[in-house]
């Protein structure tokens, strides 16, 4: 059974900074494609990184300020964020996509506030 399990949210003042991990237990970390996606306050959830073979993709609104990555033998992916800004705030979500089999994880909430 594979589980992803996000952590590394909290209270971050504007301009401030936070890491994001998905920590990936099961037997395999060899996803198709892995992503961040994040639900704001009152709307739907969106993409913000992408990470298939190698390359990224970004959501316009976070692209220079976020970073995604992985580490393989720690079977983790992350989630550098710089700069935050209120409208940054909101719950976080890992996801990988393997054999057209989606998982999730639970979310980790970011909140942006002085």
């Known amino acids: 059974q594979v589980r992803l399990v996000e952590s590394g949210g909290g209270l971050v003042q504007p301009g401030g900074s936070l890491r994001l991990s998905c920590a990936v237990s099961?037997?395999?970390?060899?996803?198709?494609?892995m992503a961040w996606y994040r639900r704001p306050p009152g709307k739907e959830r969106e993409v913000i990184a992408l990470?298939?073979?190698?390359?990224?993709d970004y959501l316009g609104s976070v692209k220079g300020r976020f970073t995604i990555s992985n580490d393989q033998a720690k079977k983790t992916l992350y989630l550098e964020m710089n700069n935050l800004q209120p409208d940054d705030t909101a719950v976080y979500y890992c996801?990988?996509?393997?054999?057209?089999?989606?998982?999730w994880g639970q979310g980790t909430q970011v909140t942006v506030s002085s």
């Open positions: 996801y990988g996509v393997y054999n057209a089999q989606e998982y």
């Open positions: 099961g037997t395999f970390f060899r996803f198709d494609a």
């Open positions: 990470l298939h073979k190698g390359d990224t």
